[in-house]
């Protein structure tokens, strides 16, 4: 059990860290798990928690903050006509099932397998969000079908790997598609209920060794608290910001530092 003097700079660190993963979920929604997760594997492995499951409980911990942020940001955006319910309702069923297939193959992983999957996944949104285009198109309108499944699907399965909220995948998914930005992110919101509710409920079952303390599976109840307390009230902040400024210059300055935090997990990965 650390001590309280080992305690309390992770509390106000954690404090910090969830009053920035607010702001940026509501004002960019990349979802706040994109910052949560690596934030909270370099403080559990600072204090010396680096047992071969802390990337289930980094994980877990940032999807059990996401079920109540994106409730809290979806209902936000709504109140500004912004949600298209269309959209959530019929792609509901199949990012449902991508996050319960994501949480049966991150119970099979070690640690380091995930530390890899989010670098490279993390690197990959890093690029986008700094060097894509507006203006880049997959289609003039959401897919249907197979194809709806199938993209669906995989943004339900990888965000639940990545332990994030599927504004991340979801909002550049709707954009290609021709979804107006600010329809995007409004959106892509609900994703993240889809996504971290089931996934959460899985993860409570996982038995995890070398926990950090007050783990319930793989859950840590004292980060849930401290990042739930402040991200319920600083994601409200970033969905006022999003839609009384252009969040562009930002993005792409937040895309530099995802590259940065991806590589970086890479190379802890890599064991460098």
């Known amino acids: 059990m650390p001590e309280l003097a080992a305690l309390l700079p992770m509390v106000a660190l954690l404090l910090g860290i969830g009053a920035f993963a607010g702001v940026i979920a509501g004002l960019l929604g990349v979802g706040g798990g994109i910052v949560l997760v690596p934030a909270f594997f370099f403080t559990f492995d600072h204090l010396g928690y680096g047992g071969p499951q802390l990337m289930q409980v980094c994980v877990a911990t940032s999807l059990a903050t996401i079920v109540f942020t994106s409730v809290r940001s979806v209902l936000a955006h709504n109140r500004k006509g912004a949600v298209d319910w269309d959209i959530l309702r019929s792609w509901a069923p199949y990012i449902v099932g991508g996050a319960i297939l994501g949480v049966l193959a991150a119970s099979s992983l070690k640690s380091i397998a995930l530390q890899a999957i989010f670098g490279a996944m993390g690197l990959i949104v890093g690029l986008y969000m700094t060097f894509g285009r507006a203006d880049w198109r997959l289609g003039a309108e959401m897919p249907t079908g197979a194809a709806r499944g199938l993209l669906a699907g995989i943004v339900g399965f990888v965000s639940v790997l990545m332990g994030i909220g599927g504004g991340t995948f979801g909002v ?101």
Do not use: C, E, Q
């Open 172 to 272: 550049p998914l709707m954009s290609l598609y021709a979804v107006p930005i600010h329809r995007a992110v409004a959106t892509a919101s609900g994703f993240g209920i889809m996504i971290a509710l089931p996934s959460v409920i899985g993860f409570l079952f996982l038995p995890v060794a070398d926990s950090p303390p007050h783990t319930f599976g793989a859950v840590n109840v004292p980060a849930f608290l401290i990042i739930m307390a402040t991200t319920m009230t600083t994601t409200t902040w970033g969905v006022r910001l999003a839609h009384a400024m252009n969040p562009k210059p930002l993005k792409r300055a937040f895309g530099l530092f995802l590259t940065i935090v991806a590589l970086n997990m890479l190379r802890k990965a890599a064991g460098w």
